[in-house]
Nanobody, 121 residues
Framework: QVQVEESGGGLVQPGGSLRLSCAAS????????MGWYRQAPGKERELVAI???????TYTDSVKGRFTISRGNTKNTVYLQMNSLKPEDTAVYYC???????????????WGQGTQVTVSS
């Protein structure tokens, strides 16, 4: 019953900014982490950023100082503010959530469908 959905992707010029949004819905009991991954054609999916339920954040080196992950007023939402975008940031960005539901005792992982980010002039 858990659904994860991203939005906010699009086409921007190098140096531009985008803010991605992710919302998780369903019978959610608690969150362990929420994060963003990305995958370019022909490349492996890579971690971009993670935020824990307590607010701790982790970023991959290539986006440090440019991207910021944050939680909304409701823990069911997470954002990725992307500034100073580069062509190499072009990829499909996926929201990932590790959470527990009202009917499970274990942590489960859920993925969104992805949102396309294209950085090009």
């Amino acid at each position: 019953q858990v659904q994860v959905e991203e939005s906010g992707g699009g086409l921007v010029q190098p140096g531009g900014s985008l803010r991605l949004s992710c919302a998780a819905s369903g019978s959610i009991l608690s969150f362990l982490t929420m994060g963003w991954y990305r995958q370019a054609p022909g490349k492996e999916r890579e971690l971009v950023a993670i935020i824990t339920g307590g607010g701790s954040t982790t970023y991959t080196d290539s986006v440090k100082g440019r991207f910021t992950i944050s939680r909304g007023n409701t823990k069911n939402t997470v954002y990725l503010q992307m500034n100073s975008l580069k062509p190499e940031d072009t990829a499909v960005y996926y929201c990932n959530s590790q959470l527990s539901t009202t009917v499970t005792r274990s942590w489960n992982t859920y993925w969104g469908q992805g949102t396309q980010v294209t950085v090009s002039s």
